[in-house]
């Protein structure tokens, strides 16, 4: 069994799609999310999974269709799909506790061989999921049900179908020939490839009308079959991860002892800009570079989110897991650590009056003191603190003063093009295993 590594990293997952099931308006017929066009390819599936209940919004009025999905969020999923059903005991996993929102989802999906962990006891919630890995967890889910399997297609019209890891080859089969998933393109299936929540929302809707399941009311409460949580020494547990694929070693930035490149404004160059309160003040002008590339996904002022009308003091640009965020300015680290709803955040003083927050990283790549200069990679991206998905959450402060961080970015996004430079471990699927087919079956 071939078994993909990449690196360790990253703390829990804060945050989640827990929440977030938003009243579906009545006999609306676009979406609710202004990330998905009506006419977009997935429209219809967003629909489908958002009035079903089996998926929320990222944030506020976003999908996030095009932000990768995690372990954390399929195996939600899949645990509404099957109605909830109770369990008993806490996830057999470090990183998931008693009474994180996917507790009961991550044992009950453990329990019934639908996924495992990443190894050393973790489960890694917020671990994107490749395409190989989602035919899997499908597959495996199908098979727990019972469902019919059997239809197939043969692989051998992929030229990169010898990509694909032993463990999935079935499953990756069986969703192409049932049609939950397509190529990528007419000769590439690619099974590495990241999933994106467009594409999960695809799969589900067209696994839901495969098998003709009607998605149970969430919120009618648990079924009262009770599963008991197994600990991770049965069968189910992961092949653990050889030697050669420890973790690789983490990017450290080389600490510069050249001063910062601190433009000072040019004095009478101001621009006017919002606070907090709303009230519009003057400050220099001044410029940052784009912290990482992607779309704002909410903007600086107030929002709705987790229930109420808040301040958003900076605004949000979702990337993948472990993408290089970088320095907007040079300047000094004045902080780099864990801080409340921000998660992991660097906060670097520009020596100008104004100071720069990266917000949610997985990562941590420079400390309290360094020097930095600007476009040097300071974090890599994730979803710690309170975020819903992996993104950069990016503050600028004037004086002590939020400011709105678009008046002095540059209108078009000028990071560089997003590299990883921290990844999680891929997990490598066991097949279903006779033992495991057996408690499914008990079930
Ligand atoms: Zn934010």
């Known amino acids: 069994m071939r078994i993909h590594v990449r690196k360790a990293l990253c703390g829990v997952l804060a945050c989640g799609m827990l929440a977030g099931l938003l009243p579906v308006a009545a006999g609306a017929a676009s979406t609710p999310f202004y990330d998905v066009a009506g006419t977009a390819w997935y429209a219809s599936a967003v629909n489908y999974v958002y009035s079903t209940k089996l998926m929320s919004g990222v944030e506020d009025k976003a999908f996030g269709p095009n932000i990768e999905a995690t372990r954390g969020q399929i195996v939600t999923i899949l645990y509404r799909l099957a109605g909830q059903p109770a369990v ?10 008693a009474s994180s929102y996917y507790n009961s989802a991550v044992a009950w999906a453990n329990a019934m061989g639908i996924v495992s962990g990443v190894g050393n006891g973790k489960f890694q919630p917020a671990g994107a999921i490749t395409r190989e890995q989602m035919a899997a967890i499908f597959y495996r889910y199908a098979s727990y049900k019972k469902y019919n399997v059997s239809k197939t297609t043969n692989l051998s019209s992929f030229d990169d179908q010898w990509q694909i890891s032993s463990y999935a080859r079935t499953a990756v089969a069986w969703a192409v020939g049932s049609g939950l998933m397509n190529g990528t393109d007419a000769k590439n299936v690619s099974p590495h490839t990241l999933t994106s929540r467009a594409v ?20 009618a409460g648990a079924a ?45 160059q101001t621009v006017s800009t919002t606070t907090l309160d709303g009230s519009t003040i003057q400050t220099p002008k001044y410029t940052f570079q784009w912290p990482v590339q992607g779309r704002v996904s909410s903007a600086y ?25 970088h320095a907007g300015q040079g300047g000094t680290v004045s902080f780099s650590g864990e ?16 100071q720069s927050y990266y917000a949610h990283n997985s990562q941590l790549l420079v400390s309290k003191g360094d020097v930095v200069q600007k476009n040097q990679i300071i974090a890599a991206c ?62």
């Open 88 to 97: 008993s005991g806490k996830a057999p996993f470090t990183d998931v506790s």
């Open 200 to 219: 999960l929302a695809t799969s589900l809707m067209r696994f839901c009308n495969l098998y003709n399941v009607k998605v149970p009311d969430v919120t």
């Open 224 to 268: 009262t079959t009770v599963v008991a949580a197994v600990p991770t020494t049965t069968t189910i547990t992961e092949q653990s991860v050889p030697t050669a694929a420890a973790p690789a070693a983490v990017t450290t930035p080389a600490v510069t002892t050249t001063p910062a490149a601190t433009t000072t404004p040019a004095s009478g």
């Open 301 to 325: 002022g107030s929002r709705f989110i987790f229930g109420s009308t808040s301040f958003h003091r900076g605004i949000d640009i979702p990337a993948p897991l472990g993408t290089g965020i």
């Open 339 to 354: 801080q409340g709803s921000y998660g992991n955040l660097v906060i670097i003083d520009h020596g100008n009056g104004f």
């Open 382 to 443: 994730g979803a710690t603190g309170r975020a819903t998905g992996n993104h950069c959450h990016f503050e600028v402060h004037y004086k002590g003063q939020v400011v709105d961080p678009m008046t002095y970015l540059p209108a078009t996004n000028n990071a560089p093009a997003n590299t990883i430079v921290a990844v999680l471990e891929e997990e490598a699927l066991p097949v279903m295993t006779q033992e495991m087919l057996v408690l499914a079956s008990i079930y």
